[in-house]
């Protein structure tokens, strides 16, 4: 691809640029274009903040939900590291516009939806990025609990709140001090995250039974496409709208390949160990599997010697913090894409009290942790995959690099709205909540409207659980979009200049 040489603008885009930080710690960017004598690193820096936010024992529990799809060892194997890797990788290709554009994902995706109209997939960004960092911090205080009462130490609501407190100041923290802070923290989270992964596993496998793991049954082929759509859900689709954020700050001259390899590969290469080994733990005890669908992390303590659970402790709090970190850090660039007119530090504290309110539903009031994470992992996956498809086709037909000025101008060559965008969004949305089943919450009842009428054995049938509104959002956001985007961006690129028109 060619590409338009990096400038400089001589004046500042309104209500978009840094602004003074309180303390020189503090990241003063927020979601303007990063300037060029702040670009820096390689993509092989984008290893670290993608392992560490993934390499979470957490990995282990959602690797053991793969058998609620009654299928094999094998099946399950193969079909959740497909979906693993290549969700990924489109964290991968998203993360190619950060360093063309070296601005926030959300605010790049204006260039397709158009300044105003990327509101829409902008808000489900946000509740999407907020859920997720609220679950790591519930991930936390449930664990806090389970190893103090390992210890003796009694466990119940002191215990949680301890967890709660320290995870939820670590995570604010962080995502308050901003880009350096947490790339320089998520080496160190990947780091020793590992080693303790390493030594949990060790201890731990005397409890794996490999005839028993390798007799499950096997499943049908709609059990099997429903679980790699779960895995791909869980683990990069839900990571692709930040995938731009931790590239902004490479030069343009970066290469693309090596900005999707190293992101495709941090982000990929813990849970692919983490699953598989939560298959053979899961495979081979039944009781295990549900009592790890009520309290993923606390269950996996019950397996260790007493000896080793503060080094547990550690390794599941540091690796939740690594997910929940890059998480308040995209929910805050997200809230400021809406219009949010505050410093970034500040809609990082914003999040930071949404996600204490939404972690004390989940400890003190949901029954159970899986069907309440269930219901929103499936229901928000859909317009995250619509929107991917969107974004992901409109990366593959620019040739140049984005201008600037105009994706935070309403006037500019990106303008107000996209309609044709906008339609294409909306209707793989409906399309795709039509073909999902979400049992987990009476309130998402009415999704899986198109299962019988497209000849999928309706609500009750085979396909019910397969998740194929996923597949079907994201491949209608991509193809849609390059129906009627090829002549946009051409018209875009064409015009002189990177201002405003």
Not at 76 to 105: C, E, Q, Y
Not at 346 to 372: K, Q, R, T
Not at 456 to 474: D, I
Request: net charge neutral.
């Amino acid at each position: 691809m060619t590409m338009e040489p990096p400038s400089r603008h001589p004046e500042p885009v309104p209500g978009a640029g840094p602004v003074s930080a309180p303390t020189s710690a503090i990241e003063a960017n927020g979601i303007n274009v990063i300037d060029e004598s702040e670009r820096k690193g390689t993509p092989r820096s984008l290893f670290w903040p993608w392992c560490a936010s993934n390499i979470s024992v957490f990995g282990v529990a959602y690797g053991a939900y793969f058998l609620d799809f009654g299928v094999s060892f094998w099946q399950a194997l193969i079909a959740g590291l497909l979906g693993t890797v290549i969700s990924f990788l489109l964290v991968g290709i998203v993360s190619i516009a950060g360093k063309r554009g070296s601005a926030p994902t959300m605010v790049l995706s204006r260039a397709s939806f158009g300044v105003r109209g990327n509101a829409l997939p902008s808000a489900v960004s946000y509740v999407l990025l907020v859920g997720w960092e609220t679950v790591l911090v519930a991930l936390a205080a449930l664990a806090s609990a389970s190893v103090i009462e390992e210890l003796g130490g009694g466990g119940g609501d002191g215990a949680r709140i301890l967890g709660f407190v320290l995870t939820a100041a670590v995570v604010i923290g962080a995502g308050i001090l901003g880009f350096d802070t947490i790339m320089k923290l998520q080496v160190w989270i990947t780091i020793a995250t590992a080693v303790l992964t390493v030594g949990y596993v060790i201890l731990t496998f005397d409890h794996v039974d490999w005839d028993v793991v390798t007799s499950l049954p096997s499943g049908d082929a709609a059990a099997v496409i429903g679980l790699a759509i779960f895995a791909t859900a869980g683990f990069g689709i839900s990571w692709v709208n930040s995938g731009a954020d931790y590239s902004r700050y490479l030069p343009r001259t970066a290469s693309a390949g090596g900005v999707v390899l190293w992101t495709t590969v941090g982000g990929a290469i813990a849970p692919v160990f983490l699953v598989l080994y939560g298959l053979l733990l899961a495979g081979s005890d039944p009781a295990l599997l549900a009592a790890l669908r009520a309290d993923p992390i606390g269950t996996l303590v019950t397996l260790l010697p007493t000896w080793y659970l503060v080094p547990f402790f550690l390794v599941a709090l540091a690796g939740l913090v690594g997910g929940a970190v890059l998480d308040i850090y995209s929910s805050g660039l997200a809230l400021l894409t809406l219009g949010l007119k505050t410093p970034r530090w500040v809609a990082a504290g914003i999040d930071g009290v949404i996600m204490v309110l939404g972690a004390i539903y989940f400890l003190w009031f949901a029954d159970d942790f899986f069907g309440p994470f269930q219901g929103f992992l499936i229901t928000l996956a859909v317009p995250i995959a619509a929107w991917a498809g969107i974004f992901i086709a409109d990366v593959a037909l620019r040739r140049r690099n984005y201008a600037a000025l105009d994706l935070y101008d309403p006037r500019g060559r990106y303008g107000a709205w996209n309609v044709a965008t906008v339609v294409w969004f909306l209707l793989a949305v409906v399309v795709g909540w039509g073909m999902v089943k979400n049992t987990w919450a009476e309130w998402l009842s009415w999704q899986g409207y198109l299962l019988g009428p497209l000849g999928l054995g309706g609500k009750e049938g085979e396909w019910a659980y397969a998740n194929l509104g996923v597949v079907a959002a994201l491949a209608i956001g991509f193809v849609g979009y390059l129906l009627t985007g090829r002549g946009q961006v051409a018209r875009q690129e064409a015009l002189p200049g990177p201002g405003r028109r």
